[in-house]
Nanobody, 114 residues
């Protein structure tokens, strides 16, 4: 069974940075595409960034140029470097595969104060 454990969230001021981490277990990680999602209060979960097994990346327009997704296949980790954070980035952040094939982890809360 695949387990996803997100960490690294916190409270930061506008313009600050955070680095989120996702530990993946129970799957052949290196062959899986991965993604970060977020869900703000009262809103649907949305795709933030994705990375293929080969390292190609895609980003939502709202985070392009500010967020960077990366992965470490040896450690089975996915990262999301978030710079120039804005209050509208406040949400719970989750990792999963594209079209979320696995059970969701607990997520990690990111709060950006104005």
């Amino acid at each position: 069974q695949v387990q996803l454990v997100e960490s690294g969230g916190g409270l930061v001021q506008t313009g600050g940075s955070l680095r989120l981490s996702c530990a993946v277990s129970g799957t052949a990680f290196s062959i899986n595409d991965m993604a970060w999602y977020r869900q703000a209060p009262g809103k649907q979960r949305e795709l933030v960034a994705s990375i293929t097994s080969g390292g190609s990346t895609n980003y939502a327009d709202s985070v392009k140029g500010r967020f960077t997704i990366s992965r470490d296949n040896a450690e089975k980790m996915v990262y999301l470097q978030m710079n120039s954070l804005k209050p509208e980035d406040t949400a719970v952040y989750y990792c999963n595969g594209p079209y979320y094939p696995w059970d969701w982890g607990q997520g990690t809360q990111v709060t950006v104060s104005s």
